[in-house]
């Protein structure tokens, strides 16, 4: 399986500002993802970011707001940008199995207070 | 549209068998049965997967029906420590365009 880090754990921050979430692991991976939590919801995928290429976002989620980085094939992050409290979540990331079988392997999470 | 539905809560005393159902009627030829679960504040943890065979490991049994309709997760010996919510999903396999859809899941309290 990966080994999947995420940076900061938990943060509070102001209305207005952004935040930068790390996300490492500890192999080579062609596909990671984000995800947001809200409180006491199910999971909800923001974008798939591929080495190379521009990440794709899924449907109410825009790349101004989230914007993403994946330099190489074991790092990405993802940008809170101009947050108001509704972005109040655990951000998580997420890679699928780079050894070949089909499963996902998923961070600690991000948790993220906006006050 | 998340496609399987589950109980929202389940309570089972610690040492039983928890048995967690999923009904995924309009599941299709190709696709997959997954389980995760979510410990609380912790990142999604998979369990296991199977497409029309039991399935078995050292976390978990999984049955499903012969008209593959539905399935149960199997925690044959059920501790506190699996107090979490369990997410049932179905999706083709190896299909690297397709991502996993998260339903609400069901709750599943260990009481001791």
């Known amino acids: 399986s990966a080994v999947i880090s995420q940076k900061p754990s938990r943060d509070i921050c102001q209305r207005g500002t952004s935040l930068t979430i790390q996300c490492q692991v500890d192999?080579?991976?062609?596909?990671m993802f984000w995800y947001r939590q809200q409180p006491g919801q199910s999971l909800t995928l923001i974008a798939t970011a591929n080495q190379g290429s521009e990440a794709t976002y899924e449907s109410g989620f825009v790349i101004d707001k989230f914007p993403i980085s994946r330099p190489n094939l074991t790092f990405s992050t993802l940008t809170v940008s101009n947050m108001s409290p509704e972005d109040s979540s655990i951000y998580l990331c997420?890679?699928?199995?780079?050894?070949?079988?089909?499963?996902?392997?998923f961070g600690p999470g991000t948790r993220l207070t906006v006050l | 549209d998340a496609k399987t539905t589950q109980p929202p809560s389940m309570d089972c005393a610690e040492g039983r068998a928890a048995n967690l159902p999923c009904n995924h009627s309009?599941?299709?030829?190709?696709?997959?049965v997954y389980w995760y679960r979510q410990i609380h504040s912790q990142g999604p943890q998979y369990i296991i997967h199977?497409?029309?065979n039991n399935e078995t490991n050292e976390m978990a049994s999984l049955i499903i029906t012969e008209d593959r309709k539905s399935s149960t997760l199997i925690l044959p010996h059920a501790t506190l420590r699996d107090t979490a919510v369990y997410y049932c999903?179905?999706?083709?396999?190896?299909?690297?365009?397709?991502?996993?859809?998260f339903g609400p899941g069901t709750r599943l309290s260990v009481l001791p």
């Open positions: 999903i179905v999706r083709v396999a190896n299909n690297y365009g397709q991502n996993f859809v």
């Open positions: 199977g497409l029309k």
């Open positions: 309009t599941i299709s030829g190709n696709e997959y």
């Open positions: 192999s080579q991976v062609t596909m």
């Open positions: 997420s890679v699928r199995d780079p050894f070949g079988t089909d499963t996902q392997y």
